[in-house]
């Protein structure tokens, strides 16, 4: 067979004859949804609807959600019945109770899973999971990058929340299998789901509801309120009952249909109920009536359709064009895109589809029933041709998606009117100056709200548009949109989506013929495959941009794909191929006189040299590095090379040129405006300078990269520069300002909302409490804190090192079995991370651990090497020697004194368990001195002579501070931290 095409052809090339155009080809394959997750409010928030009835049903789902029901009750409740019915209504009605009752403060969710969409775009299982994580409160950075670590986190926070009493309920709506909808179910008995569904599922641990239409009084009901809400006090349906019924019966009782039939009587005041009867009646056929087992929407939409052409055909014209919008729903400007009429043309004819029930408003958009849509798809209405073609309006909508996406982009780049720019207020003026600057700068605030708000919105239908472009030939459209969600959309939850839409751009770059754009697009696919940890497919994407770069004769842009390529595979793990990729650049760079890329080229070889341990050289590259920035003027690099020298300097012992390093670096960014430059030096001086014990120039430092972070909202920054302060206070022998310090940098995390930056707080508190002020205790309390925000988050490998230290903390506390299952658990969650040596090294340390709690002989933690110094250390070792010594020489000298010997025993018990600080031995000494020398030749001596033996004892065993150089234990030396 042969084929002819006498058109333009848009989409794929299929086998089909002659065709004459134009020709629009849509792919044959579903067009994948995208997932949107909803909170589920109560009933004092919700949007107001028509809801009557199905009292039996509600107290049947209630008595299922309810926490203090039956105990043993099924996860899942299915509710099961026809499209239209009422399935949806019921799930919210049901849901939004249990939320306003409190049954469920873990949170409340609502999905639409598009399993019945007529285009069969359902909702992939896996690609919700990371909706689900962000809508249940995980930050979209912390939301694993690929779907089976998102599914694995999405358990792991269920079952957290489980553990803390936090139920949740999860409402997942439209689901056409039990394949689409096994995964999402929670594992824990705390929590509960609510499924709608037309078909049966098979399910465990779940409990079907059958629903069926109304009865005829209650539907009766249903069709009155309904028209008294688009006609208050129409009597028709109360003054002719039996023609009411006959309505009713043509409608089927469905929910969905009464809406409609309502519709058209509130749209026709002379319309009498026994007409529409008649005209129902006619418009159902058998083909309708055996159709999908659903006879009622059919005859009702078909009626409805010629009824809406007769008396509005322009808002008849819109509701075909709807469908051709990829998003769940579409807003009012879309639309107008889509019908080439301005918004105040087309905002009355949507309000008159939805007066006629085929569309209903949510979250701003439009949208309708699934089963409304598949009556809609295909219909035209006479009229402009051009107006109606649908390739014609789906160019228009993506252009509008374009254009708007760029303009909102532009709100959030823009700087403000007035000296200085956001956060640098110029001089002083006048009042009415300083009146202005502030409304300027209100302004702004309210443009970029806006803007933020646009891309929330609009993220489902821009995140479709782009491969809809690309599909379309919309080449350059589908490269600039892709970039422009590049650059705003917060997208990180789903980095598969990102790489996705990335390929789309690649792909339609190629087509373009522009090697520059054609490598752009491949160096962003590249970065998003290193954001999800695909190194090898990163440099795979780079190495084809080096080789679209050298085809086109581009000499810079061919350094650019070999730096890239050099750092992917520096990720990868393969430094040799690294070093010669990263050398090539800097010799293109060097060949064309691009001294800032060719800077920037040497700064990444001297990161190699660091994973190599060969510091020194190191070294002289970054120097080189400092060198080719000033020639070339960019204090912004040689600022952050200034930084990166003195980390390399710190790894290889040269502290002093370090602590100078760090200086200049703040001193450069300073002058030169660049604040977080700034900030970064300034944090890494505060936290070396501190470890030196230079405490004075240390908070000082620390306090400037402070203030610098809270003026540009940096939240990481700031957190950063807290959790040096408790390593100054450290260090100053300051260990309660230390504990202080650190619990307000918590508690502060905690009171903005920062619960990533709260559990780094909680962590670094665990360890100052068990190395500073030796309080295993409370030590051990915040790093278990730790970890449960860890869960909570997802973030598994944050959990696996927290695991780690609270193992050995556990360890150090005799506590061997928890230790041990702690360290398991350690164990589990590192491989699940793909850090498989550190698993083995745990496992190698857990066989150390006494089989038994409270042995003398502890084994050395998992993370000893990475702690900070231990400045005070309790005097355990008196607890196994210095105690049964005391014991008998005071029970001894007790016997001869005739003294109560119990007593002086005592005594001596609790001075061996005294609390090992320098100011407590001290105190013991003194008391011992005053008490042999008042009450000598009486037994109160020998208590006398106990507490100097445990003072003289503690002062000798109990402090050992961990200076660099100093004499120290073996076990000292495996606890001493290197600074970040």
């Known amino acids: 067979m042969f084929n002819t095409v006498n058109a333009t052809v ?128 995980v930050s979209r950075e912390r939301v694993p990058a690929t779907e089976p670590e998102q599914a694995a986190a999405y358990h792991h926070l269920l079952d957290a929340l489980a553990r803390q009493g936090r139920r949740v309920l999860l409402v997942l709506d439209n689901v056409s299998s039990s394949d689409q909808v096994r995964d999402f179910l929670p594992r824990s008995a705390a929590h509960r789901a609510v499924v709608t569904t037309r078909d049966t599922l098979t399910l465990p641990s779940v409990r079907a509801l059958e629903l069926d239409v109304p009865e005829p009084g209650e539907a009766g009901v249903m069709l009155e309120r309904i028209l008294h809400g688009h ?41 009498t109920l026994a007409e529409l009867a008649d005209e129902l009646d006619r418009s159902a056929t058998r083909e309708e009536v055996l159709r999908h087992g659903e006879p009622s929407i059919a005859p009702v939409f078909d009626l409805s359709w010629r009824r809406l052409q007769a008396r509005d055909p322009s808002a008849a014209r819109v509701l075909p064009l709807l469908v051709l919008n990829p998003g769940p729903g579409t807003s009012t400007e879309a639309a107008a895109a889509l019908a080439d009429e301005p918004v105040p043309v087309v905002r009355p004819r949507l309000r008159r589809l939805r007066q006629a029930h085929l569309l209903y408003q949510a979250d701003g958009h439009w949208r309708m029933h699934d089963l409304i849509r598949s009556r809609v798809r295909g219909r035209t209405v006479p009229g402009n041709a051009e107006e109606s073609d649908p390739q014609a309006a789906l160019s228009r909508l993506l252009h509008h998606y374009g254009r708007t996406a760029t303009a909102m982009a532009g709100r959030l780049t823009e700087q403000p009117d007035g000296p200085g720019g956001p956060g640098e207020p110029g001089e002083a003026g006048e009042a009415g100056d300083s009146a202005d600057r502030g409304a300027a700068e209100d302004a702004y605030a309210a443009e970029r709200a806006g803007a933020w708000e646009w891309f929330a919105r609009e993220r489902p239908s821009l995140l479709a548009a782009v491969p809809m472009a690309a599909v379309s030939g919309h080449h350059r459209l589908t490269v600039d949109l892709a970039e422009t969600l590049f650059g705003v959309l917060d997208t990180a939850h789903d980095t598969l989506a990102q790489a996705a839409m990335a390929q789309y751009a690649v792909d339609a770059a190629a087509q373009l013929g522009d090697a520059e754009v054609h490598a752009g697009t491949l160096h962003r696919l590249g970065s998003l495959h290193t954001a999800s940890g695909r190194h090898d497919r990163a440099a795979t994407a780079h190495r084809e941009a080096l080789r679209v770069c050298r085809a086109a004769g581009d000499r810079k842009g061919e350094a650019a794909a070999s730096h890239l390529l050099g750092s992917s595979l520096l990720d990868a793990g393969r430094l040799a191929k690294a070093v010669t990729a990263v050398r090539q650049a800097a010799h293109i760079y060097r060949v064309i006189g691009h001294r800032e890329g060719g800077a920037r080229a040497l700064g990444t070889l001297a990161r190699i040299h660091c994973r190599t341990k060969r510091y020194d050289t190191a070294v002289g590259v970054h120097r080189q590095a400092i060198g080719m920035h000033q020639d070339a003027g960019d204090t912004g690099g040689e600022g952050a090379e200034l930084n990166n020298l003195g980390l390399t300097l710190w790894l290889a012992g040269r502290k002093e040129e370090a602590v100078v390093a760090y200086r200049r670096s703040a001193d450069v960014s300073r002058t030169a405006g660049h604040h977080s430059a700034k900030a970064a030096a300034l944090r890494n001086l505060a936290m070396h300078t501190g470890w030196l014990g230079r405490t004075e120039e240390a908070l000082a430092a620390q306090q400037e990269a402070l203030e610098t972070c809270r003026s540009l909202g940096d939240v990481a920054g700031e957190s950063a520069a807290l959790s040096a302060l408790p390593v100054i206070l450290s260090r100053a022998m300051e260990p309660r300002a230390a504990v202080a310090a650190q619990q307000r940098s918590v508690e502060a995390c905690r009171a903005a909302g920062h619960r990533r930056d709260e559990g780094l707080a909680l962590s670094q508190l665990g360890q100052v409490l068990a190395m500073t002020a030796g309080n295993l205790g409370g030590a051990i309390d915040a790093h278990r804190r730790a970890v449960d925000i860890w869960r909570d988050l997802a973030d598994r490998d944050a959990e696996a090192t927290e695991l780690k230290v609270l193992a050995g903390r556990l360890a150090e506390a005799e506590r061997n079995s928890a230790a041990r299952r702690t360290g398991e658990e350690a164990v589990a969650a590192l491989n699940d991370t793909g850090r498989h040596a550190e698993a083995v090294a745990v496992e190698e340390w857990l066989a150390t651990l006494p089989a038994t709690d409270h042995e003398t002989e502890r084994a050395v933690p998992p993370d000893a090497a990475t702690r900070m110094p231990r400045i005070y250390t309790t005097p355990k070792g008196c607890t196994g020697g210095c105690l049964p010594f005391s014991a008998t020489v005071g029970a001894v000298v007790a016997h001869f004194l005739d003294g109560p010997w119990w007593l002086v025993t005592i005594l001596t018990v609790l001075a061996a368990f005294g609390w090992g600080t320098c100011l407590t031995s001290l105190v013991f000494l003194a008391a011992g001195v005053f008490m042999v020398c008042a009450a000598w030749g009486t037994w109160w001596s020998a208590a006398g002579l106990a507490l100097l033996l445990f003072g003289a004892g503690s002062l000798v065993t109990g402090t050992t501070e961990a200076e660099p150089g100093g004499r120290e234990s073996d076990r000292d030396r495996q606890r001493r931290q290197r600074p970040p």
């Open 10 to 137: 848009y989409g794929p090339v299929v086998q089909i004859g002659v065709a004459n155009g134009p020709v629009t080809i849509h792919p044959t394959g579903p067009r994948e949804a995208v997932p949107v997750v909803r909170p589920v409010p109560g009933t004092d928030q919700a949007a107001p609807e028509v809801f009557v009835g199905r009292t039996r049903e509600i107290e049947h789902l209630l008595a299922r959600l309810d926490p203090d029901g039956e105990s043993g009750a099924a996860t899942a409740s299915v509710v099961a019945g026809m499209g239209g019915v009422g399935k949806t209504a019921l799930a919210r009605r049901v849901s939004a109770t249990a939320v306003t009752r409190g049954w469920f403060v873990g949170g409340a969710v609502m999905v639409d899973l598009h399993g019945y969409h007529p285009d069969g775009g359902q909702v992939r299982t896996a690609a919700a999971f990371g909706p689900l994580l962000a809508a249940l409160g």
């Open 231 to 271: 006609s208050p006090g129409d009597p028709r349906v109360g003054r002719e009952p039996a023609e009411a019924t006959r309505v009713i019966e043509a409608c089927g009782r469905l929910p969905l249909a009464l809406g409609i039939a309502a519709a058209m009587l509130a749209d026709d005041h002379a319309l």
